[in-house]
């Protein structure tokens, strides 16, 4: 036998006025079951909670592209200390050379919700026009988001330097859509810097080690070690005696790489390499071209052909 009754707290129909921004639910005193409870207790999703999960999907993705923006400018900015954006992106080249596939995730590590951003200071006095080449691979093999800048130390930049990345991109302004971010910054500095990651590691110097760093990122270095060897050989000689040397180390540089493309198409053998790119971009910068032997201006021409050294004979004409 019951002790007491009580009575209800509050009647079964609450009417209260809400504000259009909130939400409705289902009164829990109401009597009976509407169909919308109905549904509820079967497992299905209330009309009214897909329209909120929408509205917070659209929320999270313009958070996610703000960040995206802000992450961009903080390296590329605030780090390197850019003041003049010239131009963006460049179209890939249709032509390819390189048959080896590369996972971005595999080579640099997961990172999430970032651009990866490879920032490079360059002194326009001296274009690094192997970097070029390989920028140009980079936009076949991935999705890059490329600039140009000019540091507040140089007075004076050529209009040819301030595209030669390619026209601007109209989907620039979506950094998450792209897979690599790839600055060039024109400043006065005596050695070419590349960095990678702008918080946490040392510049790399030197237009040979960032090539390499570069290479790598298209999967394409040589696995065996007596060819990666070589590689490396060939692109020492062409930087410290073509780029960097006299006339006499000069020509007997001229006269290696003629014996050796008189064996092979390619100075690695058959297939085109990093090598190939350092040393034709040493020759060209050399101005050797017309007194180079014939098997060098063979080979010359048949890196012009591949498309991708187009970047740097316009910098040279």
Known sequence: ???????????????????????????????????DEHALQNGEVDPTVKVLEARQDDILKRLYELKATVDGLTKTVTTPDADLDATTLSQGVSATVFKGTADLDCLLGKDLGALRDIVINANPSNPPLSLLVLHSLLCQRYRVLSAVHVHSSVTVVAPSLLSCLGPRHTDSYTRHRFELGFTLIWKDVSKLQMKFNTQNMCPIEGEANVARFLYRLLGAEPQDPVLATQMDSWIDTAVFQLAEGSGKEQAAVLRSLNGALGRSPWLLGQEFSLADIVSACCVLQANNCTSAPPNVQRWLKSCQNLGHFNCAYELLH
């Open 1 to 35: 036998m019951p002790m007491y009754q009580v009575k209800p707290v509050s009647p079964g129909e609450i009417k209260i006025d809400l504000p259009t921004c909130m939400y409705k639910l289902p009164n829990v005193h109401a009597q009976g079951t509407s169909c």
